[in-house]
């Protein structure tokens, strides 16, 4: 059990579809982030909340947009994705300025058709 | 800029075999390092570190030694066994430790056959 958990495991979307990913850490942290994973690449962080505030987005297209309600839950909508899009996408989340020790969910495998 | 890079996979070994993942690193400042191992259908989990030159981190029985003058990490286990099947990921933070600042290596996928 880490205590960061994410749903749904696994996503089959078309490109007209809306989606949203979810993140929930249990963990007593104030920051959060997505990252995307995808085969034989270093692992893209797209975005960074810090205290509810996004303080990072790694020049992500829009058609990625997050959102923080509060510090233990962490959305990723999704709408017109593409192809390439397909990967698995990560969640984390660590005490602010100790983002080297972040704790992983198990990821969220999509699936763009 | 900063950047890691991991030797290619997957690395195939034996149960009981030595094994070896290769890290290099390029940074600005001073890093810390970092290995990450991801078991299959699982997040990353942090699995060792090491924040200054000639550290050696150590858990579960890896190692791995911060080199600043060969700008490597490598990672070291003198006998593997079958439940250490994963991919691991080298890291980096450069100077302070902030926010979403960890860098990724590629992942190097490790398969050990009984």
């Known amino acids: 059990e880490t205590g960061v958990t994410q749903t749904p495991r696994h996503l089959v979307m078309g490109m007209t579809n809306k989606k949203s990913l979810k993140c929930e850490q249990h963990l007593g942290h104030n920051a959060m982030y997505w990252y995307k994973q995808s085969a034989k690449k270093p692992l893209e962080l797209m975005f960074v909340y810090s205290l509810e505030e996004r303080v990072e987005n790694n020049s992500v297209p829009s058609r990625f947009s997050p959102e923080c309600p509060n510090s233990s839950h962490l959305f990723l909508h999704l709408h017109t994705l593409q192809p390439e899009d397909s990967a698995l996408y990560l969640c984390?989340?660590?005490?602010?300025?100790?983002?080297?020790?972040?704790?992983f969910g198990p990821g969220t495998r999509l699936t763009v058709l | 800029g900063n950047s890691v890079t991991q030797m290619e996979g997957p690395v195939t070994l034996s149960e009981e075999a030595f094994l070896t993942i290769n890290c290099t690193y390029t940074?600005?400042?001073?890093?810390?390092l970092f290995w990450y191992v991801q078991y299959p259908g699982e997040g990353l989990q942090l699995l060792l570190k090491?924040?200054?030159?000639?550290d050696k981190g150590s858990n579960k029985g890896f190692e791995a030694t911060y080199r600043k003058e060969t700008t490597s990490f490598h990672l070291e286990k003198g006998s593997v066994q079958v439940s250490d099947s994963a991919v691991y990921f080298c890291a980096l933070t450069a100077g302070a430790v902030v926010a979403g600042k960890l860098i990724f290596g590629q992942g190097t996928t490790l398969q050990v056959k009984p």
């Open positions: 940074a600005t400042g001073y890093p810390s």
């Open positions: 984390a989340s660590s005490h602010p300025g100790q983002g080297a020790y972040q704790f």
């Open positions: 090491a924040t200054k030159a000639d």
